[in-house]
């Protein structure tokens, strides 16, 4: 019988970067857009024993892998991952000249390959819509709520992931 008929898992810890674990950038009009996504925390890993650490960290790899942001233009874009992820936004915060920050929290929980990784992370989306074309001044609100119209055409980001920090996992 294997560990995982007889539900024998080893734990394992995540602990997730302070770099951003994916990003995009797009260029509209005479706008660039970088989008950046944190996750902060710690997440669980629970590996069928004997643990493979290949296939806890290709289940990790998941975790940022499929993040898609909606409604840039918003107060409140939406953020959604292939792995389910549930995002709730909890605040923004304006920093000058060109840069919002969304920011709340996202439950984690998926299971890929008999390897299930759960957990909450704090999250940052940060958005920063640069321009050569900005009025001296103008506070990040304001030029942000100027190019609203710029980003709500871009539609929906795929974010790219950025690779996984194997030393980060732990027993």
């Not at 950038?25 to 996504?37: C, F, P």
């Not at 590996?47 to 790899?61: C, F, I, K, S, Y």
């Not at 060109?98 to 890929?112: L, M, P, R, S, Y």
């Amino acid at each position: 019988m294997t560990a995982a008929e007889t539900g024998d898992h080893v734990p394992l810890h995540y602990a997730l970067p302070s770099t951003p674990v994916a990003g995009a950038a797009v260029e509209i009009d005479h706008v660039a857009v970088t989008v950046e996504l944190r996750l902060t925390g710690d997440l669980d890993v629970l590996a069928a024993a004997p643990a493979d650490r290949g296939d806890a960290l290709a289940a990790l790899r998941t975790v940022a892998k499929g993040l898609m942001i909606r409604g840039l233009g918003s107060p409140a874009p939406s953020v959604s991952a292939t792995a389910g992820h549930r995002f709730t936004q909890r605040h923004h915060d304006f920093h000058t000249p060109d840069t919002v920050t969304f920011a709340g929290d996202c439950v984690i929980g998926f299971t890929q390959h008999a390897v299930t990784v759960q957990g909450t992370a704090d999250y940052a989306l940060t958005v920063t819509a640069a321009s050569d074309h900005a009025t001296p001044g103008d506070s990040a609100r304001t030029w942000f709520l100027r190019h609203e119209k710029e980003l709500a055409s871009i539609g929906m980001v795929l974010l790219v992931a950025a690779p996984i920090q194997p030393n980060r996992l732990t027993a």
